[in-house]
């Protein structure tokens, strides 16, 4: 069975300091791993994935599979970034997500 | 439209009742999933439409979940009998075939209440 696990599920930093929020997963072949993103009073929508090995607002995230691990990083937080942060992962064939339970960031001024 | 619609925006019933959630897909998307999020916890799957290939259903909770897609677009999902551990966000998302598994995207969701 697939499972994914953030840790957190409230982390507050300073604006300007870096963040990280941490996510592992548990599956036997080759994921495909998602960072999505709720702000307030909006709706989830998607952040980054891993096979696009991209930057979005400045976040990035590396699929670490020797750890099982896919932590979302920035190295300086704004107070925009203030949401709740779902790490997901798809598996091969079954086309659903397995979501973590979430990490409320919260970015203080 | 410009995204996933889905209605109600909140849904509150009484315990045993049934109820319907509609989702409408964004246009051109053959792909459409159903998920609940219950408070504090992460989102569940429920349900995955995929073109006319048979759902896959293998998250529904228990026989009185049921959804349907008609003309491979508007999905209802049917919760019959409702139960208070029912209640719950349901969103709904719709994505592109693929290859590989296109980004997913979502609705605001329709807050069920059951009192």
């Known amino acids: 069975a697939q499972r994914v696990t953030q840790p957190e599920k409230l982390l507050s930093v300073f604006k300007g300091a870096p963040v990280e929020l941490k996510c592992n997963y548990s599956?036997?072949?080759?994921?495909?791993l998602f960072w999505y993103v709720q702000y307030s009073r909006q709706r989830l929508q998607l952040l980054l994935r891993?096979?696009s090995r991209e930057s979005i607002k400045g976040f990035t995230a590396d699929l670490n599979k020797g750890e099982t691990s896919f932590h979302l990083k920035k190295p300086f937080a704004q107070e925009e970034d203030s949401a709740m942060y779902y790490c997901?992962?798809?598996?091969?064939?079954?086309?659903?997500?397995?979501f973590g339970s979430g990490t409320q960031l919260t970015v203080l001024p | 439209g410009a995204g996933v619609s889905q209605s109600p925006s909140n849904k509150v019933t009484e315990k045993g009742k049934d109820v319907e959630l509609r989702c409408d897909p964004i246009s051109g998307h053959t792909a459409l999933y159903w998920y609940r999020q219950s408070l504090g916890q992460g989102l569940e799957f429920l349900i995955y439409f995929q073109g006319n290939s048979a759902p896959d259903k293998s998250g529904l909770p228990s026989d009185r979940f049921s959804a349907e897609r008609t003309g491979g677009s508007v999905s209802t999902l049917t919760i019959q009998r409702t139960q208070q551990e029912d209640s719950a966000v349901y969103l709904c998302a719709s994505s592109l075939a693929g290859p590989g598994n296109q980004p997913q995207h979502f609705g605001d969701g329709t807050r069920l209440s059951i009192l």
């Open positions: 891993h096979i």
């Open positions: 997901a992962l798809s598996s091969g064939s079954a086309r659903q997500l397995t």
């Open positions: 599956y036997s072949g080759s994921p495909e």
